[in-house]
């Protein structure tokens, strides 16, 4: 007899737990929010999102590409990820009002114009993944007020002006994607003290300036892997301070107005996997340290001034967007 107590009162526990989960209702600022974004969206997304309520409502499951948490009597909405179905027009502002996201995925659609400096409120989105859109204008200062962002996705667009130095700002950014785009001016050497930041792809804008102004900060770049920085006006050479991103594995500068030798010091990179200076206005011989080094796998070399004698390093193919451009 005295052990059926305790499980009776688990019982009962149990029992409650299961109503509040059941009954808790969607936070009505969410509930707005999202019923408004579709109102604003097309058919395809309006097909799926059925009933009033986004999180699910009695046998109604939560709206596709939704996902709701329960906080105390209440559900939120925390991720919206509604991509590759076509929705077009502007970035439907309703999205700022979800302010317990930690993920937004709207990419490959065809949003236009820009990016609403409400974007700021989302204080707890980890990834923004808006690439493969046709959004315009120059990006917010306002996005450097994500504090909690680790992924930023905003490739494959017609953003303008100059790289916002306002991402420096965040202080958990690990991955930041840019590349063809519209930007113009110097990439901001600020980035360079993101102490997280592993991926940088800058290619294919208008951007100018020279590698030695991006490094300049002592102690920059310390966990940088991939750096991205072709097809855009960059001019100087290679400096030698190149060698302080230890942590380097792809160095992409092919098709800018780079000149110059090409460094020992560079070929010091420990994890360094594959060098990219085709197209460029390079001159004299590559050091034989390079060919030593016993982790580069490939290094193009084309359509510079380097001695007859110069040779690449690797099979050469015809370079693609890798598989992980698609992950998020």
Known sequence: MANRYPSTAFAVILFLYVIVV????????????????KASLGWRVVYSWVGDDPCGDGDLPPWSGVTCLTQGDYRVVTELEVYAVSIVGPFP?????????TRLDLHNNK?????????????????????????????????GELKSLTHLYLSFNSFK?????????????????????????RVPPELGTLQHLRYLDVGSNHLVGTIR???RIEGCFPSLRNLYLNN???????????????????????????SGIIPSGVAHIPR????????????????????????????????????????PIGIHKVLEVSDTEFLF
């Open 161 to 185: 002006g100059e790289i916002p130095k306002e991402l420096a700002n965040l202080p958990e950014l690990r991955y930041l994607y840019l590349h063809e785009n519209r930007f113009i001016g």
């Open 213 to 215: 102004e991006l490094i």
């Open 22 to 37: 059941v009954h808790c209702k969607t936070l009505k600022r969410d509930v707005k929010a999202l019923n408004e974004i």
């Open 93 to 101: 502002v309703a999205v700022t009002n979800l302010l317990d996201l």
């Open 272 to 311: 360094l996997t594959h060098l990219y200076l085709d197209h460029n206005q390079f001159i004299g011989r590559i050091p034989d340290t390079f060919y030593k080094h016993p982790f580069l796998k490939e290094m193009y070399i084309e359509g510079n001034a380097f001695r007859p004698s110069v040779n």
């Open 111 to 143: 949003l236009t114009g820009p990016i609403p400096p409400q974007i700021g409120r989302l204080k707890r989105l980890k990834i923004l993944n808006l690439r493969w859109n046709k959004l315009q204008d120059a990006i917010p200062s306002e996005i």
């Open 232 to 258: 855009n006006y960059l001019t100087g050479g290679i400096p030698t301070q190149l060698a302080n991103l230890t942590n380097l594995e792809i160095l992409h500068l092919s098709y800018n107005k780079m």
